[in-house]
C-alpha cells in the first residue's frame, strides 16, 4: 500500500466544505457558484478512483483472487460502513421524516438503497451507496485496464458520454422521479440509472487518470503550479458559470494526478497545509452529518444576528459561515468518536485470512 498524498487529502476537505456551503446556502442564493456545489461529488467519484488506483493497483494489475478482493472490501467497508449507519440510525431516531418500511431499513442498512431500491435515509448516503457499487467492479477496472492499456482512450470516450448523456438528457430512466435539478449534474434520485451510471463514470476517470500521474511526475513543480493555476482558473469559469458541468468534470481528471504527482508545488503544499488537511481528514465524516445540522444551525444564527443588526445579506451569509463551522464541528467530533475508533475496530474484527 503506497503512502498518503495529503494535498489530494486535503482536496476532499474542500470539496466537503463546499458541499456544506450548497446544502447551507442554495435554498437561499441564486449565486452559481452556490448552486453548483453538487459537482463536488464528482470529484470525490474520480478522487476515489484515483486514490484507489494509486493504493491497490499492485495488488490487481496481475491477477484476481478471492482472498485480496475479500482484503479490498473489508477495508472499504471498514472505511465508509460504521459512521455511515451511525447517522443513519441517528436520523431515523431525532429526525423522524421517513414512512420506513422493511425495504427501506435493509437496504438502507446495507448501503444498496440506491441500487434502484428505496431513498436514502441520510441525504448525503446516496453516493455512499452508488460508491459501494463501484467497488465490486474496481478490481476488475483494474486488471483490465493493466492487461488492455490501449482500451483507456476508449473507455474515456465512454465515460465522457456517459457523463454528457445524463447531463443534457433528462430521460425518465436516468432521472427516475427526480423533477428539481440545481444543474446538469445534480442527478441523485434513487430510483433511476443516472446516479449510478454519474458514479461510474466519475470512478473510472480517476482510475484512468492514474495513468497520467506517472507523466506529471516528470515535469518540473513551477511548470506544475503554472498548470494548475490554468485548471483552477478554468474551474472557477465553469462553477461560476451554468450547464458547465462537463468542464468541472474534466478538469477534475486533470487536476488530480497533476496536484498527486506533484507534492513540493506550491498548489500542493497548500492543499497539504494544517488547516486543509484537518478537513479532509474529517471530511468523510462531515460530508455524511452536516445536512442533519446546516439549516437549524442557520436559522438560530440569523435570528440571533438579526438582533444587532436588521442588514439581512450580512447577517445570511454570517449565520451561513457560522453554519458550516458548526458543522465542522460536529464532523470532528463525528470523527474521533465514532469513524475512527469504529474504523479500526471493524477492520481488525474481520481481517481473519481468507483460503
Known amino acids: 500500500m503506497s503512502g498518503e498524498i495529503k494535498s489530494l487529502t486535503g482536496i476532499r476537505g474542500i470539496a466537503?466544505?463546499?458541499?456544506?456551503?450548497?446544502?447551507?446556502?442554495?435554498?437561499?442564493?441564486?449565486?452559481n457558484f452556490i448552486q453548483n456545489g453538487y459537482i463536488s461529488v464528482d470529484l470525490f467519484f474520480i478522487l476515489s478512483g484515483f486514490i484507489m488506483t494509486y493504493t491497490?493497483?499492485?495488488?490487481?494489475?496481475?491477477?484476481?483472487?478471492?482472498k485480496d478482493v475479500y482484503i479490498f472490501l473489508n477495508h472499504r467497508v471498514s472505511r465508509v460502513w460504521p459512521t455511515y449507519i451511525f447517522w443513519t440510525i441517528f436520523t431515523v431516531f431525532f429526525f423522524k421524516m421517513f414512512d420506513l418500511n422493511l425495504k427501506s431499513i435493509i437496504s438502507n442498512v446495507l448501503m444498496i438503497q440506491n441500487w434502484g431500491v428505496a431513498p436514502s435515509i441520510v441525504g448525503t448516503g446516496w453516493s455512499v451507496s452508488v460508491e459501494l457499487a463501484v467497488y465490486f467492479i474496481f478490481p476488475f477496472l483494474i486488471y483490465f485496464f493493466t492487461k488492455k492499456e490501449k482500451s483507456k482512450n476508449i473507455s474515456t470516450f465512454i465515460c465522457v458520454f456517459i457523463i454528457v448523456y445524463i447531463a443534457y438528457t433528462k430521460h425518465?430512466?436516468?432521472?427516475?422521479?427526480?423533477?428539481?435539478?440545481?444543474?446538469?449534474l445534480d442527478i441523485v434520485a434513487f430510483d433511476g440509472a443516472g446516479d449510478l451510471m454519474r458514479g461510474f463514470a466519475g470512478f473510472t476517470l480517476g482510475v484512468i487518470s492514474w495513468g497520467i500521474f506517472s507523466e506529471f511526475k516528470r515535469i518540473s513543480d513551477f511548470a506544475a503550479d503554472?498548470?494548475?493555476?490554468?485548471?483552477?482558473l478554468i474551474l472557477s469559469i465553469s462553477l461560476t458559470s451554468k450547464g458547465l458541468d462537463v468542464i468541472s468534470?474534466?478538469?477534475?481528471?486533470?487536476?488530480?494526478?497533476?496536484i498527486g504527482a506533484k507534492e513540493e508545488s506550491f498548489i500542493s503544499k497548500l492543499l497539504a497545509s494544517k488547516i486543509v488537511y484537518f478537513?479532509?481528514?474529517?471530511?468523510?465524516?462531515?460530508?455524511?452529518?452536516?445536512?442533519?445540522?446546516?439549516?437549524?444551525?442557520?436559522?438560530?444564527?440569523?435570528?440571533?444576528?438579526?438582533?444587532?443588526?436588521?442588514?439581512?445579506?450580512?447577517?445570511f451569509w454570517i449565520s451561513v459561515m457560522a453554519a458550516i463551522v458548526g458543522s465542522c464541528v460536529i464532523g470532528y467530533l463525528s470523527y474521533i468518536l465514532i469513524e475512527k475508533p469504529s474504523r479500526k475496530a471493524m477492520k481488525t474484527r474481520f481481517s481473519f485470512t481468507v483460503n
Open 16 to 31: 466537503a466544505v463546499y458541499v456544506v456551503l450548497y446544502h447551507t446556502a442554495s435554498h437561499f442564493s441564486d449565486l
Open 56 to 66: 491497490y493497483h499492485l495488488r490487481f494489475s496481475s491477477n484476481i483472487n478471492v
Open 172 to 184: 425518465p430512466v436516468v432521472t427516475g422521479s427526480q423533477m428539481k435539478f440545481n444543474g446538469p
Open 226 to 232: 503554472i498548470i494548475s493555476l490554468f485548471l483552477v
Open 249 to 258: 468534470v474534466a478538469v477534475f481528471f486533470i487536476l488530480i494526478p497533476l
Open 279 to 315: 478537513l479532509g481528514v474529517i471530511s468523510y465524516s462531515l460530508y455524511l452529518c452536516h445536512a442533519l445540522f446546516v439549516y437549524s444551525i442557520r436559522k438560530e444564527a440569523h435570528i440571533l444576528l438579526m438582533r444587532l443588526t436588521k442588514e439581512h445579506e450580512i447577517t
